[in-house]
């Protein structure tokens, strides 16, 4: 059985993946803070809301203030291992 919420959760990581995907393959500092912006805005999404516990947000709210403040190795890890490979 499927938890309830999971199809919104999933949808939202994979929404989550693909901006912060993108920040790491994009050079233009316009299109680097465009997608910042968007990895940034994870608190807003199901996949925080619904899909994490507290001790889990509080993780991910040290590495998007991280991120935030231009140190982003963890959220590079974080993304490396956990989200999918677009191999076109």
């Known amino acids: 059985m499927y938890e309830v919420n999971l199809g919104r959760i999933e949808a939202s990581w994979y929404w989550h993946c693909s901006w912060a995907v993108r920040f790491f ?3 233009s500092p316009a299109e680097k803070q465009e ?4 990895v940034l805005d994870l608190r807003e999404s199901a ?4 899909g994490l516990d507290e001790r889990e947000k509080h993780r991910r709210d040290q590495v998007l203030d991280d991120a935030s403040a231009g140190n982003v190795e963890k959220l590079e890890q974080i993304i490396t291992i956990n989200c999918p490979v677009d191999h076109e």
């Open 35 to 38: 997608s910042l912006a968007k």
């Open 47 to 50: 996949f925080y809301k619904l």
């Open 25 to 27: 393959s994009v050079t």
